[in-house]
Antibody
């Protein structure tokens, strides 16, 4: 069974940093692209970033470019999202999502940016 | 990258059919067949219900179907059931290899 479990969310002050993790199991993690998608309170889904299977290629949405870094450790079956210079508008549930087909989603981890 | 355009809400009676549209451009929806649809019950993980415009993943009811014409994709749900009440999102890859979602459509089953 495919499982994606996000962690690392919490309350952070504006300008602060946070690293999200996503533990993957039930599939060959190193064979799949991975994405981060977020959903602000009361809003829709918004794509944040993606990384290819071996970590050599990454892409970012314009609102987070330069502040966020996606990475992965295929030996640990774990995806990461390092978020810096956080803003109030980054407040959202962050989902880890599998593959080019964007097929399996985790339950999400809530990031709240507030003073 | 602008979000794909979906109606904010649709409604239908039990047993009826509804269609949700997803309008994009030739740089996303119209440029290839990597269009997907997701069902999202608040508080739960979104669920893929249609991939590659019209493919249903294993285990997804055949009451869900997808199609595309030019720059607009569509999701049709037939034989509406109470449990279909949820938010529905479309997504598409873009010509710059980013991913874009629609704004979401809230389905109310009357």
């Amino acid at each position: 069974e495919v499982q994606l479990v996000e962690s690392g969310g919490g309350l952070v002050h504006p300008g602060g940093s946070l690293r999200l993790s996503c533990a993957a199991s039930g599939f060959t993690f190193s064979s799949y692209w991975m994405h981060w998608v977020r959903q602000a309170p009361g809003k829709g889904l918004v794509w944040v970033s993606r990384i290819n299977s071996d970590g050599t290629s990454t892409t970012y949405a314009d609102p987070v470019k330069g502040r966020v870094t996606i990475s992965r450790d295929n030996a640990k079956n774990t995806l990461y999202l390092q978020m810096n210079s956080l803003r109030a508008e980054d407040t959202a549930v962050y989902y880890c999502v599998r593959g080019k087909q964007v097929d399996y989603w985790g339950q999400g981890t809530l990031v709240t940016v507030s003073s | 990258q602008s979000a794909l355009t979906q109606p904010a809400s649709v409604s239908g009676s039990l047993g009826q059919s509804i269609t949700v549209s997803c309008a994009g451009t030739s740089s996303d929806v119209g440029g290839h067949n990597y269009v997907s649809w997701y069902q999202h019950h608040p508080g739960k993980a979104p669920k893929l219900i249609i991939s590659d415009v019209s493919n249903r993943p294993s285990g997804v009811s055949n009451r869900f179907s997808g199609s595309k014409s030019a720059n607009t994709a569509s999701l049709t749900i037939s034989g509406l059931q109470a449990e279909d009440e949820a938010d529905y999102y479309c997504s598409s890859y873009t010509s710059s290899s980013t991913l874009v979602f629609g704004g979401g459509t809230k389905l109310t089953v009357l």
